[in-house]
T-cell receptor
């Protein structure tokens, strides 16, 4: 069983749609990261959360510590949002556990 | 530049040879992480350094893998007697010192080293 489960694995959306990617985890965590990996392979850290909600532009990330669940939302999606989105959690020993990623394709 | 720098960007080596991968973290970042991503696979945590403390090696896949961090800055990941299954992109990330319960240090990733073992 993976410590971090993401859904969906693949997602295709029309430009402008509201997108939600979910992440559930089974370990005790210090923090949760949402990462974005573009087709060229570069990885960017979008958010780091330990509680509540964060917003950056069209991206919103929420976390519910009690339910061990986080969501990444993209409002007004755009083709340039097409990427793999990865959920990663850090346990109290600063070890990382990664989800397998959600591949998002936004069609113009 | 101000980002995490990794070298080389690509490395092709013969099976059985040793390789060294280098990571220069962002200046002032005390936490340094190594990961790898095999073709078509997700990210895999390898090792974590915090300042000058002994590293957490729990993610290293075998004793052929080792890493060091000199002076709390530059890190090298060494793979001895490389095998074909070691082929992957090796990524380094750094952050400010993580604080339990007050985690507000985002990760900054390097562009990775693509290792191909033939």
């Amino acid at each position: 069983k993976n410590e971090v489960e993401q859904s969906p694995q693949n997602l295709t959306a029309q430009e402008g749609e509201f997108i939600t990617i979910n992440c559930s985890y089974s370990v005790g965590i210090s923090a949760l990261h949402w990462l974005q990996q573009h087709p060229g392979g570069g990885i960017v850290s979008l958010f780091m959360l330990s509680s509540g909600k964060k917003k950056h532009g069209r991206l919103i990330a929420t976390i519910n510590i009690q339910e061990k669940h986080s969501s990444l939302h993209i409002t007004a999606s755009h083709p340039r949002d097409s990427a793999v989105y990865i959920c990663a959690v850090i346990n109290t020993g600063n070890q990382f556990y990664f989800g397998t990623g959600t591949s998002l394709t936004v069609i113009p | 530049g101000a980002g995490v720098s990794q070298s080389p960007s690509n490395k092709v080596t013969e099976k059985g040879k040793d390789v060294e991968l280098r990571c220069d973290p962002i200046s002032g970042h005390t936490a340094l992480y190594w990961y790898r991503q095999s073709l078509g696979q997700g990210l895999e945590f390898l090792i974590y350094f915090q300042g000058n403390s002994a590293p957490d090696k729990s993610g290293l896949p075998s004793d052929r893998f080792s890493a060091e961090r000199t002076g709390g800055s530059v890190s090298t990941l060494t793979i001895q007697r490389t095998q074909q299954e070691d082929s992957a992109v090796y990524l380094c990330a750094s952050s400010l010192e993580p604080r339990l319960g007050n985690y507000n240090s985002p990760l900054h990733f390097g562009n990775g080293t693509r290792l191909t073992v033939t």
